[in-house]
């Protein structure tokens, strides 16, 4: 991947952003947040992976493809680009898995201290003072 074919992507994702944010009521999209963007070597496709504050994954699944002309069209104007990949939606689920992950440390961190407690109790270990 060549560096202007990064740059492309870093300036796509900052201009999905903002459109997305600034976008009217109407068409629901500015609750859409752009996590990350890649495109293929011979700018065919540019997938964009998506993540959302509330509501379901469905809906924003079938709002994003109903506004992909929109979107394709105006992100085209601000890339100034001759030909616009195809967009691709992706929903983001690296934020899911992490809280995920983070769910599973922090119960495994309290059953950790409830038996280091409970072996105390028993004297097992000696107290730390």
């Not at 009521?25 to 963007?37: A, D, K």
């Not at 070597?41 to 964009?48: E, H, P, R």
């Not at 001759?82 to 992950?101: C, T, V």
């Amino acid at each position: 991947m060549g560096v202007s074919l990064k740059r492309l992507e870093s300036l796509a994702l900052r201009e999905l952003s903002s459109l997305l944010r600034r976008d009217d009521s109407n068409r629901g999209l500015s609750s859409v947040g752009v996590t990350e963007v890649r495109i293929t070597n011979d700018l065919s496709y540019m997938t964009i992976y998506y993540t959302f504050y509330m509501g379901k994954k469905e809906n924003y699944d079938a709002l994003l493809e109903k506004h992909k002309g929109y979107i394709r069209h105006e992100l085209a104007k601000k890339l100034k680009a001759r030909k616009m990949p195809e967009l691709i939606f992706k929903f983001d689920e690296s934020l899911e898995y992490g809280n995920h992950i983070n769910e599973v440390i922090h119960e495994m961190n309290e059953r950790d201290q409830k038996i280091k407690e409970e072996a105390k109790e028993k004297g097992l270990i000696p107290d730390e003072d």
